[in-house]
């Protein structure tokens, strides 16, 4: 079994745990962030990147044309077209495909909306996966991603992220101080997630040739960034 299919297996298991993550006054105030940034619109044919347990695809859906929910893990998918369903939401689809191969028709989407998907693939999978996203994108089509927006260096906010996380989950007595030791010998290995800083994403979407781009801080180690296809 490959990483990638350890990676789904995990997640697949952890359906009922994301949608409590979801569910929290946290995420739902990056689901805010993100919604206000899309401005979406009855014309607009939405891909919801890494949709979890639906958090986006849901709130977006009376506000759209149609959304298509994309996660890797088949667990996921199921529950939001489930909950669709039961909430009398006609216009939702899902998928099941890698971030970094979307699978979908040229030209096809008019807005892209992602909530902390893309820290788990590394620079180079990130700068793959938006090249796809931008074929997938109708000229004018519009990009919202929010992320784990820092990285380990000494700049002033990328240390108060990483002491604030460190102080947290130490509090958790010595199993905390485990998972902080494990975290570091990630981080020394190369195989810990892979949060960038706001200014890697301007530089990826602008490379890639998305105009418009923008980027913002948010609460904690969040981050968000803006785009637009021309």
């Not at 995990?10 to 979801?22: H, P």
């Not at 993100?34 to 401005?39: G, Q």
């Not at 030209?107 to 997938?136: F, P």
């Amino acid at each position: 079994m490959t990483h990638d299919q350890h990676a789904n297996v995990s997640w697949n298991e952890r359906v009922n745990e994301w949608e409590e993550v979801a569910a929290s006054p946290a995420f739902q105030r990056l689901a805010d962030n993100i919604l206000e940034h899309a401005s979406p619109t009855l014309a607009d044919r939405v891909v919801d990147i890494g949709a979890g347990t639906g958090l986006l695809t849901l709130r977006v859906a009376p506000l759209v044309r149609d959304v298509l929910a994309i996660d890797a893990a088949p667990a996921m998918v199921e529950r939001v077209i489930a909950i669709g369903k039961r909430e009398g939401l006609e216009n939702i689809s899902g998928a099941v495909a890698d971030l970094r191969e979307l699978g979908l028709p040229d030209g096809s989407r008019t807005l892209a909306i992602s909530n902390y998907a893309y820290h788990h693939v590394d620079h180079e999978d990130k700068r793959v996966a938006l090249q796809d996203l931008y074929r997938v994108l109708a000229p004018g089509g519009r990009v919202v991603i929010c992320d784990m927006m820092f990285a380990v260096s000494l700049r002033p906010r990328d240390r108060r992220i990483i002491w604030d996380k460190v102080k947290l989950i130490s509090k958790r007595g010595p199993a905390g101080v485990l998972r902080v030791l494990k975290n570091a010998g990630k981080i020394a290995t190369g195989t810990w997630e892979h949060p960038e800083r706001p200014e890697a994403w301007e530089q990826l979407l602008t490379e890639i040739g998305f105009v418009e781009v923008a980027s913002y801080e948010l609460t904690n180690e969040s981050g968000l960034v803006t785009a637009r296809r021309p």
